[in-house]
């Protein structure tokens, strides 16, 4: 009686298909795109004749700051309610108008606030009136940002120069306490962003055509891609860690793959120089505001625009919501000629509350 052999009595396991390239799996992923037309910007206005400058979410996405037109930080819980009367107000650090609002992205009460005019960066607990430190500075901070541990600063000064604080403890000292870094260690920078590991730096210069690349904390520049003519102004890091996004004076955002540092992608649709760039939180869209009354949102895959919002004024910070397809921004609203209607400040929401 004839036998099999053993190969004939062993079954081949089952092929698997070759796995595709990242960037197809990625672009092949069905995708369920918001109805951004089915909504309405919301404004909210605040009586005054500048512009709110600066608006920041809670890493919770549970709070909203503003700041812009006045010695006070204001902060709202969106989910409740956003009349000007329930912000709740921090005031008493700044001796004049404070510009720019971050927060601690490792902890949902803690923030910071800088003001150009009075030269001081302000630490505050959402959960207390007070601040809970102050640093005066000699130069003017105009952007702040935190590491992703929440244990580093950067601030850019009206010089374009970068500069850093960090938390610690001194000898003999009870808590940490946040202090400038060791001198020495600046790049020049008009705006500038930690990535996702916290050992690089990407900054931008307005009146550059290139994005610098450094590692941290040594600053040893690693990159310097070509991005735009006339200067970048704007930048913004995709929450997958794939993109960086910059956005120039040519009104041309441009979408750099972090892996080579090549531009993957040219969005062309505005036609104004931009202001801001925020990417969303599952990194599908990038909302582009620029000098002009409206605010893009394109796909990140694609670069197509898929919704513009109109404004009632040029917006100065666009920003996602930490978990939901919601963008805040802010800025002022235009007076008609010949109205009586007084200037105001307007802080708005847009999309999926």
């Not at 601030?155 to 400038?180: C, I, M, Q």
Request: glycine fraction near 6%; include cysteine.
């Amino acid at each position: 009686m004839a036998t099999n052999s053993k190969e004939d009595d062993e079954v081949p396991p089952p092929q698997r298909p070759p796995s595709p390239p990242p960037h197809t799996t990625y672009a092949a992923r069905a995708i369920h795109t918001p109805n951004f037309s089915a909504f309405r910007p919301r404004d909210f206005k605040i009586p005054s004749p500048h512009i709110m400058s600066h608006v920041a979410w809670s890493c919770d996405g549970r709070k909203l700051a503003a700041v812009g037109i006045d010695k006070i930080v204001r902060v709202w819980q969106p989910e409740k309610s956003m009349e000007i009367r329930v912000a709740s107000i921090f005031s008493g650090a700044h001796a004049d108008d404070v510009d720019h609002v971050s927060w601690n992205p490792t902890h949902p009460e803690l923030f910071v606030s800088s003001s150009q005019k009075d030269r001081k960066i302000v630490f505050w607990d959402a959960r207390q009136s007070r601040s809970t430190q102050q640093l005066s500075l000699k130069l003017t901070p105009t952007q702040t940002g935190y590491a992703p541990d929440g244990k580093t600063i950067f601030y850019v000064s009206a010089g374009h120069s970068l500069y850093f604080l960090e938390l610690g403890r001194n000898p003999g000292e009870a808590k940490d306490t946040w202090r400038t870094a060791e001198e020495g260690r600046t790049v020049v920078a008009s705006s500038a962003l930690f990535n996702h590991a916290g050992d690089g730096i990407v900054a931008s210069f307005h009146s550059e055509h290139t994005l610098r690349v450094f590692d941290y904390p040594a600053l040893t520049i690693q990159e310097n891609p070509a991005a735009h003519v006339g200067g970048c102004i704007a930048i913004a890091q995709d929450p997958r860690g794939r993109y960086i996004a910059s956005g120039g004076h040519d009104s041309i955002v441009n979408l750099f793959d972090v892996s080579e540092w090549i531009c993957t992608r040219t969005i062309t649709c505005c036609d104004h120089a931009i202001n801001a760039l925020s990417f969303s939180h599952d990194g599908e869209y990038l909302a582009i505001s620029n000098t002009s009354t409206y605010i893009d949102i394109c796909a990140v895959e694609t670069g197509v625009p898929i919704h513009r919002v109109s404004t009632s004024g040029p917006v100065s910070t666009v920003t996602w919501h930490p978990s939901k397809h919601l963008i805040a921004f802010c800025g002022q609203m235009k007076v008609r000629e010949g109205t009586q209607t007084p200037p105001s400040a307007l802080v708005s929401l847009f999309g999926a509350t």
